[in-house]
């Protein structure tokens, strides 16, 4: 499996028969130059969208119908996006699985908000979500724009993930030591990529406080289109 961080909370996840790009923001991301837009998004099967905010899904439908592969997220957006776009669109909801070949994708709980801008304002896009992405041996929980909750414990009880890729940028989402404290008490996980960080000034620039508490986990900071092998 290969984990590539695209900057922000974008990932590309190849995994099992699946190349999945999960949030990938392009256009007016300052971490991903132009010139790395394309070798961000070559080979990939399918797009997996956390939620509505266009940091996160603003570029979905343009990759989507550039390469005719699906958008993959909750039913409300995938229905939006299903009217106005010519792509494919699997549409579920929380706590429900589907299979992205031999890939295993359940939907799960986030704490955040959930929006599309359009010419009349925002859209209701449906509500935000955290996704359970079981293949090759491991479970990676991609928590998505999220605080704790106590919706982690379950979640953790029930799919055990080994994997964690957690916002922990503050601001928008829980910061470094909030996400430092929801892993150590509700998870167990062997890797963690700490993610929507870095970005921007008013966000956390260093997971060195991840790093000293949480010992024993392999916290890792990812760097722009370097793949980290698991």
Known sequence: MKITWLGHASFRLEIEDA???LDPWLEGNPMLP??????????????????????HGADAPMICERLGIPAVGIYDLMQWWAARYDFPTIG??????VKLGRVAV???????????????????????????????GHVIYATGDTDIMADMAWMG???????????????????????????????????LIPCHYRTFPALEQSA?????????VDVIEPQVLQPIEV
């Open 19 to 21: 190349v999945i790009l």
């Open 34 to 55: 132009a010139a790395q837009h394309d070798a961000a998004i070559a080979g990939a099967t399918h797009v997996l969208v956390t939620h509505g905010h266009s940091d």
């Open 92 to 97: 579920f909801n929380k706590g429900g699985t």
């Open 106 to 136: 359940t939907m799960v709980n986030a704490s955040h908000s959930s929006a599309s801008q359009s010419a009349g304002g925002p859209v209701y896009t449906g509500t935000e979500s955290g996704y359970m992405i079981a293949g090759d």
């Open 157 to 191: 009880e029930v799919h055990n993930p080994d994997i964690g890729l957690m916002c922990a940028g503050g601001y928008y989402t829980m910061d470094m030591a909030r996400a430092s404290y929801a892993a150590r008490k509700y998870f167990n996980f062997r890797t």
């Open 208 to 216: 060195a406080l991840m790093k000293e508490v949480l010992t024993g």
